[in-house]
C-alpha cells in the first residue's frame, strides 16, 4: 500500500502497491499494522456499498458526531466518483478546508477519511458503485451532515447534482448549525 497524506493531516489518498504478472496483479487494499504505522484507526466494524445509477449523484456530506465519530477507506469499485473530504476538527489549522480526490474503478485509489471529517461524493458516470470500510458502525442518532454548496467551504464541484436527496439538499449552512 502506498500512503501520499493530503493538506488535510491526518487524511491520506492509498493507492494499490501492485504484484503483476502473466495473470494479472495482487495487491493489498487494506492492512491494520500499515495503517497504524501512518496514525490511521485500523478498525473495521462495518462495510457499505453505495450504488448510484445516475451519473451527477450527490451523496454528503456526512459524518457521525460524539461519541460516534468514524474513521472511513472509500473506495470506487465501478464508475467514478469526485469524492470530497471537509475537516471539521476546531482545533484543527485546516478546519473547514476541504480535498477533494477523483477515484475511479480504474485508478482503484482509496482516500482514507478521518474522524471528525465530512465526506460525500458526486458520481461522474450512470452505474457507479462506492465501497466503504468504517471504524464504528452507523449510529443513526449521531449521523449529520453539512450542506454540498456551503459557501464556508468553497467546494468547486465539477458540476451541479441531479440527483440528490431531500436531507443532503436541506442541511443549514455550517455557520448556522454551529
Not at 491494520?32 to 457499505?48: F, S, Y
Not at 473530504?85 to 489549522?93: A, C, E
Amino acid at each position: 500500500m502506498i500512503f501520499a497524506e493530503t493538506p488535510l493531516k491526518g487524511a491520506y489518498v492509498i493507492d494499490l502497491e501492485r504484484r503483476e504478472d502473466d495473470r494479472g496483479f495482487f495487491a493489498r487494499s487494506w492492512c491494520g499494522d500499515e495503517a497504524r504505522k501512518h496514525g490511521l484507526n485500523p478498525r473495521v466494524a462495518q462495510c457499505n456499498v453505495s450504488f448510484n445509477s445516475t451519473a451527477g449523484t450527490l451523496r454528503g456530506l456526512h459524518y457521525q458526531a460524539a461519541p460516534c465519530q468514524e474513521a472511513k477507506l472509500v473506495r470506487c469499485t465501478r464508475g467514478s466518483v469526485f469524492d470530497v473530504i471537509v475537516d471539521l476538527r476546531p482545533d484543527s489549522p485546516t478546519f473547514r478546508q476541504h480535498v477533494a480526490v477523483v477515484l475511479t474503478a480504474d485508478n482503484r485509489k482509496g482516500l482514507y477519511v478521518p474522524e471528525d471529517f465530512a465526506h460525500g461524493f458526486l458520481t461522474l458516470e450512470d452505474a457507479t458503485e462506492v465501497f466503504y470500510q468504517m471504524s464504528e458502525a452507523y449510529a443513526p442518532e449521531y449521523a449529520r451532515g453539512v450542506r454540498w454548496n456551503d459557501p464556508a467551504f468553497a467546494i468547486p464541484w465539477p458540476s451541479l447534482p441531479q440527483v440528490i436527496s431531500e436531507r443532503d439538499r436541506s442541511y443549514p449552512d455550517w455557520r448556522a448549525a454551529r
